[in-house]
């Protein structure tokens, strides 16, 4: 018997319009000066509508709540409909499914991200949770930033923010600072402003740990790089000149 996917799809986008209001819309368009097409619900209201409709459906596998994430995906109308879909499989992702996930999230950056907002919530919620369990494969993220999409290429950057020190289990997880700046090299005359943002920001929180490389990196490349990423990559940096 065949799973009418398009029905829970249909199901959790009538939640989220039951508890949008165009004010709720406004104050997310703020954030978004280039447009966004939001029914106006916010983030305790998608993650109320995940956990509200798994509680409900404790039934649908694993493997059905991706296909549901798919098809949520392939039809969304508004981007909030796109964040229930990743949220719908964030808990499952540490012990289901297998490494070639990767390659999903990738198609989906390329294919139904539209937004700033869209590239970091599936990067530091989902794909985080699922590089928790699978720390071998967070370097293959590189691979992003050869990407036609802009996207792809901000969530190159972004998936490792959170990755350059981890602990993960009982041990202590390090990204290849080398790789870091490779990265950030290959990006830095990018000309989409969110990639640039992304450069900013990994190279802030690298500071944390490696600051001298980050300040070395900044001396070496100032030439090349927007002043407004290499603000955000000094926010937390005492530069004494």
Same mark, same amino acid.
């Given at each position: 018997? +065949?799973?009418?996917? +398009?029905?829970?799809?249909?199901?959790?986008?009538?939640?989220?319009?039951?508890? $949008?209001?165009?004010?709720?819309?406004?104050?997310?368009?703020?954030?978004?000066?280039?447009?966004?097409?939001?029914? @106006?619900?916010?983030?305790?209201?998608?993650?109320?509508?995940? !956990?509200?409709?798994?509680?409900?459906?404790?039934?649908l596998t694993?493997?059905?709540?991706?296909?549901?994430?798919?098809?949520?995906?392939?039809?969304?109308?508004? $981007?909030?409909?796109?964040?229930?879909?990743?949220?719908?499989?964030?808990?499952? %992702?540490?012990?289901? =499914?297998? /490494? +070639?996930?990767?390659?999903?999230?990738? =198609?989906?950056?390329?294919?139904?991200?539209?937004?700033?907002?869209?590239?970091?919530?599936?990067?530091?919620?989902?794909?985080?949770?699922?590089?928790?369990?699978r720390p071998?494969?967070?370097?293959?993220?590189?691979?992003?930033?050869? $990407?036609?999409?802009?996207?792809?290429?901000?969530?190159?950057?972004?998936?490792?923010?959170?990755?350059i020190k981890?602990?993960? @289990?009982?041990?202590?997880?390090?990204? /290849?600072? !080398?790789?870091?700046?490779?990265?950030?090299?290959?990006?830095?005359?990018?000309? /989409?402003?969110?990639?640039?943002? $992304?450069? @900013?920001?990994?190279?802030?929180?690298?500071?944390?740990?490696?600051?001298? /490389?980050?300040?070395?990196?900044?001396?070496?490349?100032? !030439?090349?790089?927007?002043? @407004?990423?290499?603000?955000?990559?000094?926010?937390?940096?005492? %530069?004494?000149?």
């Amino acid at each position: 018997m +065949t799973t009418n996917y +398009t029905k829970y799809a249909n199901t959790l986008k009538r939640h989220l319009l039951d508890l $949008s209001t165009p004010a709720k819309a406004e104050a997310s368009r703020r954030y978004f000066p280039h447009g966004i097409v939001c029914v @106006g619900a916010n983030a305790a209201d998608i993650k109320f509508v995940v !956990k509200h409709f798994l509680e409900n459906h404790p039934q649908l596998t694993p493997e059905q709540l991706l296909a549901i994430t798919e098809t949520v995906l392939e039809r969304a109308e508004y $981007s909030e409909e796109k964040m229930v879909a990743y949220g719908l499989i964030s808990k499952h %992702v540490k012990k289901h =499914y297998d /490494d +070639t996930l990767l390659q999903r999230f990738r =198609y989906w950056l390329e294919n139904y991200a539209n937004n700033w907002a869209l590239v970091d919530d599936l990067c530091m919620k989902t794909l985080f949770n699922f590089f928790m369990a699978r720390p071998h494969l967070i370097e293959h993220t590189k691979e992003w930033a050869y $990407s036609d999409v802009s996207w792809c290429r901000r969530a190159s950057n972004v998936a490792w923010v959170k990755f350059i020190k981890r602990k993960i @289990g009982k041990t202590e997880y390090k990204l /290849d600072k !080398k790789l870091i700046f490779e990265n950030c090299s290959l990006l830095i005359s990018d000309q /989409d402003e969110f990639v640039q943002k $992304s450069i @900013g920001w990994l190279l802030k929180v690298t500071a944390a740990e490696h600051e001298k /490389d980050v300040l070395a990196f900044i001396e070496k490349n100032a !030439k090349n790089m927007p002043r @407004g990423t290499i603000r955000y990559a000094l926010e937390k940096v005492d %530069v004494k000149r």
